[in-house]
């Protein structure tokens, strides 16, 4: 999987360990074990955390999922330009 390899490259280039990144983001190491071997899908919050603290886009993290019926928001989902 080359977008797992980018997040397991960051992880050796940086010296930092999968625990490490499980402890930052809140997941346990067997998850995030499992997105870089691409036995499991990232859900899109976890991805965007991920991108956030690696400096990596989500699409580099790995398979993303989003669940059914979930949208990602961007500018027009936000409650900011929402009027009262």
Not at 20 to 41: D, P
Request: hydrophobic share 45%.
């Amino acid at each position: 999987m080359p977008n797992a390899n980018k997040l397991e490259t960051w992880l050796a280039a940086n010296h930092k360990s999968q625990v490490w990144l499980a402890r930052e983001v809140g997941v346990t190491q067997a998850m995030i074990s499992y997105i870089i071997a691409g036995e499991r899908a990232v859900p899109f919050w976890l991805a965007n955390d991920i991108a956030r603290i690696c400096g990596l886009k989500p699409a580099e993290v790995g398979r993303i999922f989003i669940p059914k019926g979930r949208k990602r928001r961007g500018k027009e989902g936000s409650k900011q330009g929402a009027s009262a």
